[in-house]
T-cell receptor, first 113, second 115 residues
Framework: GAGVSQTPSNKVTEKGKYVELRCDPISGHTALYWYRQSLGQGPEFLIYFQGTGAADDSGLPNDRFFAVRPEGSVSTLKIQRTERGDSAVYLC???????????FGSGTRLTVV | AQKVTQAQTEISVVEKEDVTLDCVYETRDTTYYLFWYKQPPSGELVFLIRRNSFDEQNEISGRYSWNFQKSTSSFNFTITASQVVDSAVYFCAAGETGTASKLTFGTGTRLQVTL
C-alpha cells in the first residue's frame, strides 16, 4: 500500500482481556518495527522484525506481549491479560533497511479500562 | 545504550520567527545514527532527516537546517521563518549502527507557531 496501515485506529478493552493490533507495512519493506508511545513521551521500542523473524524483541515489557509476522508482511502485536498501564498509542513502522528512515503508521490508541 | 535529551518541553513563537530545537544525545557507540521526526496533531510521525555520526556536515533543506556537533553531542534543528503549519511535536532520536534497528527517542519538543 501507499503507507503503513494500522488497525484498529482505536481500541477500548477491559482489564484482563486479550487484544490484537495489526500492522500492514509498505509493500516491499522487509523491516518492521513496533513502538509504544505513552502520553507526553517519545516512542519506546518494542520489537523489530527482519522478514519473518524477530531480530530484536528486547523492548517487549514482559511475557504478556508477543508479536508475529508469519509471512514477512503483515504483523500482529498481541497483548494478553491487559492492564491499565498498557494504555498507550502503539506505533508500527517499516523500512527497506533499518538504516533508512522509517515510515510510521498512524498508530492504534489502546485504552484499557 | 543510548539516551536522548530534549530539554525544551514547549516553545511558542510568532510566525516568521526563527526557532531552534535542541537535542543532546549520549552513546557509547563510536558510530551511530541521529534522526529528527515531526509529529503533527494528526499523530503520525514524519521522518525529517537521518545523519550518520561520521558526517558532521550541516544540512539545509528549505526552511529547515540541522547542526550536528560531535564535540558537544548535539544535533540541533532550526526552522527559519516559521509558519503555523510547523506547529507539531518534534522528536530527536538516536539509532544503533549496522541496522539502526532500534531508535531511542527523546521526550519531544512541542512547537506552537501563532499568527
Amino acid at each position: 500500500g501507499a503507507g503503513v496501515s494500522q488497525t484498529p485506529s482505536n481500541k477500548v478493552t477491559e482489564k484482563g482481556k486479550y487484544v490484537e493490533l495489526r500492522c500492514d507495512p509498505i509493500s516491499g519493506h522487509t523491516a518492521l518495527y513496533w513502538y509504544r508511545q505513552s502520553l507526553g513521551q517519545g516512542p519506546e521500542f518494542l520489537i523489530y522484525f527482519q522478514g519473518t523473524g524477530a531480530a530484536d524483541d528486547s523492548g517487549l515489557p514482559n511475557d504478556r506481549f508477543f508479536a508475529v509476522r508469519p509471512e514477512g508482511s503483515v504483523s500482529t502485536l498481541k497483548i494478553q491479560r491487559t492492564e491499565r498501564g498498557d494504555s498507550a498509542v502503539y506505533l508500527c513502522a517499516s523500512s527497506f533497511t533499518g538504516a533508512s528512515g522509517y515510515t510510521f503508521g498512524s498508530g492504534t490508541r489502546l485504552t484499557v479500562v | 545504550a543510548q539516551k536522548v535529551t530534549q530539554a525544551q518541553t514547549e516553545i511558542s513563537v510568532v510566525e516568521k520567527e526563527d526557532v531552534t530545537l535542541d537535542c543532546v544525545y549520549e552513546t557509547r557507540d563510536t558510530t551511530y545514527y541521529l534522526f529528527w521526526y515531526k509529529q503533527p496533531p494528526s499523530g503520525e510521525l514524519v521522518f525529517l532527516i537521518r545523519r550518520n555520526s561520521f558526517d558532521e556536515q550541516n544540512e539545509i533543506s528549505g526552511r529547515y537546517s540541522w547542526n550536528f556537533q560531535k564535540s558537544t553531542s548535539s544535533f540541533n534543528f532550526t526552522i527559519t521563518a516559521s509558519q503555523v503549519v510547523d506547529s507539531a511535536v518534534y522528536f530527536c532520536a538516536a539509532g544503533e549502527t549496522g541496522t539502526a534497528s532500534k531508535l531511542t527517542f527523546g521526550t519531544g519538543t512541542r512547537l506552537q507557531v501563532t499568527l
